[in-house]
């Protein structure tokens, strides 16, 4: 991944964390790829404890699950592994935590907040807990 440093007025780095640039924004195909890979596991895990279909909001509440863990604590779901992105704090490009992942996921399982994107492709749901998509 390529990031610029932070600079201080004077011209040197200060020593943050890098910041991502452009370039390094995950697509929406990757993402949309990532999601997709997600839902059929979770609609496959579900399915060895109950019938996805007479329990709707099962699948929905595995994905929440999912998501406050393996982006809570490693930054990428199984399906993000796999679209090679991961998501991380855009303030400090570490991982964003249990709670703030949980609620990411919640709002991803809204739909709507997804579609409501900015210039850089981040979703409500991102800018919501201060997350950005990149490349792995």
Known sequence: MT??????????????????????IAPLSRRFGALLADWLLCLLV????????????????????????????????????????RCVSASDGGPIGPIRAGLRGIMVCAVIPALLTDEYGRGLHDRTVDSVVLMA
């Open 46 to 85: 579900t399915g060895l404890f109950t019938d996805p279909r007479a329990t709707w909001w099962a699948p929905l509440a595995v994905l929440v699950v999912e998501y406050a863990l393996f982006v809570g604590l490693y930054g990428q779901t199984p399906g993000m592994r796999l679209a090679r992105i």
């Open 3 to 24: 990031v610029k440093e932070r600079k201080t007025p004077d011209g040197a780095a200060d020593g943050q964390a890098p910041v991502p640039g452009p370039q390094d």
